[in-house]
């Protein structure tokens, strides 16, 4: 497994990630002064921000696997629900709601379905999940 993101197992075959980019930032407040530059007071952690770039292989073995985990993806995209990242090792990454999935077919076969399968998940990190929907994102886990 590389990455679990929610119920989603993204694994070497059928869904691969092969590109990730992360993004983390710092908030500050502008303290305006006269004839200098103005000094930066820091407020807190900013967003943070992953992007995890896939392919998928339809027309190879498990195809059908790998169109069903796309569409539990956007399932989970629609759904606005913050999924539980985690890194193959085990890392943990937190709570991250699914901001975009962007997919791109290349080499369309005669049935409208691409070859290969361009998938882009954006991610920003956000709280954990309410208590009454806290259930709901973990028992999705354990399915």
């Excluded at 791109?104 to 361009?118: C, F, M, N, Q, W």
Aim: some cysteine; glycine content about 10%; overall charge neutral.
């Amino acid at each position: 497994m590389l990455y679990m993101l929610g119920p989603l197992r993204i694994e070497v075959w059928p869904f691969n990630v092969d590109d990730v980019s992360e993004y983390g930032t710092a908030d500050f407040a502008v303290k305006p002064v006269v004839g200098a530059e103005p000094p930066l007071e820091f407020v807190g952690e900013g967003s943070n921000e992953m992007s995890l770039d896939c392919a998928l292989f339809p027309s190879e073995r498990n195809g059908a696997e790998a169109l069903s985990s796309l569409d539990r993806l956007n399932q989970m995209r629609a759904s606005g629900k913050p999924q539980y990242l985690m890194r193959g090792d085990g890392k943990p990454f937190g709570w991250y709601a699914i901001m975009g999935v962007q997919t791109r077919s290349k080499h369309l076969e005669r049935d409208g379905i691409g070859r290969l399968v361009r998938v882009s998940i954006d991610l920003r990190r956000s709280p954990k999940p309410a208590a009454q929907s806290f259930f709901s994102v973990m028992a999705g886990l354990i399915r």
